[in-house]
């Protein structure tokens, strides 16, 4: 948030929505670990005064230009429904309002 802070202080204003970003999951390890809603960060920009504008794709870190187990016909089939049923359950549970 100290970025937020500084950006705020030089334009004399503050920031109304703060943009942060994940991927589904954590590929540096076998076996991927998904990650869970980010209860943390919006919390954090919550806290600042602002609404979280959340970019989630489907694509794991590291990152590379094929994704070949994060196909979007990979979430059309309902691969990734019980993964983005448990992060939409966690998102309803933190109960605060933001963009995603």
């Not at 980010?38 to 504008?53: D, N, W, Y």
């Not at 187990?69 to 933190?94: C, H, K, N």
Request: glycine share 4%.
């Amino acid at each position: 948030m100290n970025a937020a802070a500084d950006f705020e202080a030089e334009v004399h204003k503050p920031l109304s929505l703060i943009h942060f970003s994940s991927p589904f999951a954590d590929c540096s390890q076998s076996p991927c670990a998904q990650y869970a809603f980010p209860t943390k960060p919006m919390e954090s920009i919550r806290g600042h005064g602002a609404i979280p504008f959340f970019s989630w794709s489907s694509q794991s870190t590291p990152s590379s230009l094929s994704e070949p187990d994060f196909q979007l016909s990979d979430i059309v089939s309902g691969r990734y429904d019980d993964y983005i049923t448990r992060f939409a359950a966690e998102a309803a549970a933190w109960g605060q309002p933001f963009f995603l």
